[in-house]
């Protein structure tokens, strides 16, 4: 990475501000029901913490559209930090008001703090200067760590930058080495898996890896576009019609630069979009009438299985079926757990494919499970992220 890290910069004795994402999920309660985003944050905090900086925690949580709205607190992550670091971080009122400059002007060495949700302020989303300039004035040095917000050019992701010197944390920089690599340097065979519901979300995803790796699949809810793209008829299946000709000329693209293209060859359907539905499984070129397909079936698990198991390289971008019904989750888990087997790179996008592997206990088989959906799909479009590009050059 050609980005400054917090290596790269003293920050003993300095007040030092850090873009988390503690955008974790809460019950009804406002309990945290995984806390893997406050884990994934405790090694650059730990860093400054072991080098005596002061350090001042920030993060959004959900959608408070710019008003104080206290259920979207970021009490619950304070609380949960404290037990993880062994000492009370102080919550904030504000994020830029008077006690958050109280708190940031006390804050001891080697001790942490933490801003209240910096989404309280609509001036986040907008990338506001002034709310930029704010934010940058409670400290020293910026460090950005929050991977899942870094596609976003907001105040306390990006415009703060502007005003301080500006670092990556450690989170940060693992997603840009481990994804980076795989695109840009690969152990080959590199196999890519793209699943879930539309095309149209994964077209820069699919143009950039048609560059980069040997083999594609397409599977999930996107593969019927492809199908009726090729003149099959679909039934009841996702589809979308105005990107029948993009879906051939992806198809083209591939085969001239020599890259394999992998489709399903069965299909599970279903008679409606639900764990109720009556099954049927067919020729993924057969889908009758009146049926939806919402799953791979066994032959093309085994089709992609054997592709999968020549990799060196395997990057997995959505479920291969609608993975959250019962039914329908057999082709996602046959994927997981052959991804869990094999002796390769893998590298899991965030998003419902690394929260399929989570439920499926495997996360801690896979060489990396990204903490950004949509920066992760962005950075592998090959897209420049703000979050990165805002950060101090080597
Ligand atoms: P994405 O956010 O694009 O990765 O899409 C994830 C969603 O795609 C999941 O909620 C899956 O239920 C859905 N999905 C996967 N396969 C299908 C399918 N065959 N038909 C409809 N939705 C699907």
Redesign the pocket.
Known sequence: MNKKTIEDIEVNGKKVLVRCDFNVPQDENGNITDDRRIEAALPTIKYLLDNNAKVILCSHLGRPKGEFNMKYSLAPVAKRLSELLGFEVKLAKDVVGEDAQKLAGEVEEGKAILLENVRFHAEEEKNDAEFSKKLASLAEIYVNDAFGTAHRAHASTAGVADYLPAVAGYLIGKEIEIIGNALNNPQRPFVAIL????VS??IGVIENLIDKADTIIIA??M??TFLKAQGYSVGN??CEEDKLELALSLMEKAKQKGIKLLFPVDTVCGTE?SNEADVCTVKSTEIPDNW????IGPESSKLFIEELKAAKTVMW????????FEKFANGTIAIANCLAEIDAITIIGG???AAAIEKFGLADKMTHISTGGGASLEYIEGKLLPGIECLNNK
């Open positions: 699943g879930g519901k539309k979300d994964k999930g809810g593969t019927y299946s996702i979009f939806e397909g919402l799953d971008n959505g479920p291969v079926g609608v993975s959250e998003g419902d494919s």
